[in-house]
């Protein structure tokens, strides 16, 4: 079955289409060799796929005839993603809230207009703006 049928089949992505632009953008590997689309998948290869900053590990346990359910999905291949992979985007993602907390940063339209409503009613502001005109 051609790599990109198959993780198709195994719902990692929602469309081949998708799964074929994954594979040449380089995010896939099939035993640490890149992959094109075309290549056939056997049992027993560990496929590479970078998706979300995450490097995910699969091994293939067998073939989907076709699209299965997201309940059979682990018949057909085993999850061997290691868990610090999971802990490092939590880790970035914590990092990310460090820099900028919500609400803070550029104002919101709403910040926007509660600062001039607050600086219409300032009387120093209101004589600088006598002053200007």
């Known amino acids: 079955m051609r790599i990109d049928k198959y993780l198709w089949c195994i719902r990692l992505y929602k469309t081949r289409s998708i799964a074929t632009e994954a594979i040449k953008k380089g995010h896939v590997s099939v035993n640490n060799q890149q992959a094109k689309a075309s290549r056939e998948v056997f ?23 076709n699209r299965v359910g997201a309940k059979l999905v682990d018949m057909y291949r085993k999850d061997e993603t290691p868990p610090e992979a999971f802990e490092h985007l939590e880790l970035l993602r914590l990092a990310k809230e460090h820099y900028r907390a919500k609400g803070e940063g550029r104002p919101t339209k709403k910040d926007r207009r509660d600062m001039d409503e607050y600086l219409d009613d300032d009387p120093y502001f209101e004589q600088l703006k006598n002053e200007l005109e």
């Not at 699969?58 to 073939?63: E, F, H, I, N």
Request: proline fraction near 9%.
């Open 43 to 65: 049992a027993g290869d560990k496929i590479s796929v970078r998706k979300d900053q995450i490097n995910y590990q699969y091994s293939v346990l067998d073939l989907p005839p």
